[in-house]
């Protein structure tokens, strides 16, 4: 099987964008489908993005890691 390479970046981005989506989501299901409301602001982001980040950041290291036991992670490499 062949290893795909990530670009840590976009996979970091990539995560970003899924928690905001699903703050977005989460809202609207409580507002009754209300598309205006969100559920994150700009003045959020500096405090949910180091949290994401460092996130990301374990995942990356626990799929590079040779031994891991984590499902698919010998196919995932993640490039600085």
């Known amino acids: 099987m062949s290893?795909?390479?990530i670009n840590f970046d976009d996979f970091r981005d990539g995560m970003r964008r899924a928690v905001l989506d699903a703050m977005d989501?989460?809202?609207r299901n409580q507002?009754?489908?209300c598309l205006?409301?969100?559920g994150w602001r700009d003045q959020d982001l500096a405090a949910l993005f180091p949290a994401i980040d460092a996130h990301a950041a374990r995942v990356a290291i626990r799929f590079n890691d040779p031994?891991?036991?984590e499902p698919g992670s010998a196919y995932f490499t993640f490039a600085a």
Do not use: A, F, I, L
Request: aromatic fraction near 6%.
């Open 3 to 5: 290893t795909n390479r």
């Open 25 to 27: 989501s989460y809202m």
């Open 31 to 33: 507002t009754d489908g």
């Open 36 to 38: 205006g409301v969100k």
């Open 67 to 69: 031994e891991s036991e």
